[in-house]
């Protein structure tokens, strides 16, 4: 994956990330989400990323169950962080966060 392409994949779906994010947090093991999208710079094909926060690392397929159980929305990835950074007013840091875990992900591709 490369560069943070600002949720487009989440606008082109018609689908705020704040609606993901706040589905995901009912779940009963993630404390908070964060939701976005990137390119592929090898297919130039946006993926959807999903970070969480959790005591526990979660089975993607598990996830991918929870959130289609009640909408239409397909992530690409799962990710557990051990944070979400947010601002004073407590919302999220979100072009912070989506630049640390992409860094984190394509520094594990090359592994």
Same mark, same amino acid.
């Given at each position: 994956?490369? +560069?943070?392409?600002?949720?487009? !994949? ?9 609606? #993901? ?26 993926? !959807? ?12 397929? $598990?996830?991918? +169950?929870? #959130? $289609? ?9 799962? #990710? ?15 072009? +912070? !966060?989506? $630049? ?12």
């Amino acid at each position: 994956m490369g +560069k943070n392409n600002s949720l487009s !994949l989440v606008e082109l779906e018609g689908i705020d990330p704040i609606y #993901i994010e706040s589905f995901m947090n009912k779940h009963s093991e993630i404390k908070d989400s964060f939701a976005f999208s990137s390119v592929d710079e090898v297919s130039n094909i946006n993926k !959807l990323i999903i970070a969480y926060v959790s005591d526990n690392m979660l089975d993607s397929m $598990q996830l991918k +169950k929870f #959130i $289609q159980s009640q909408t239409h929305i397909k992530p690409d990835f799962f #990710i557990r962080v051990a944070n979400i950074p947010k601002e004073g007013n407590g919302k999220i840091q979100r072009k +912070k !966060l989506a $630049q640390e875990i992409l860094f984190h992900v394509n520094a594990n591709k090359k592994n």
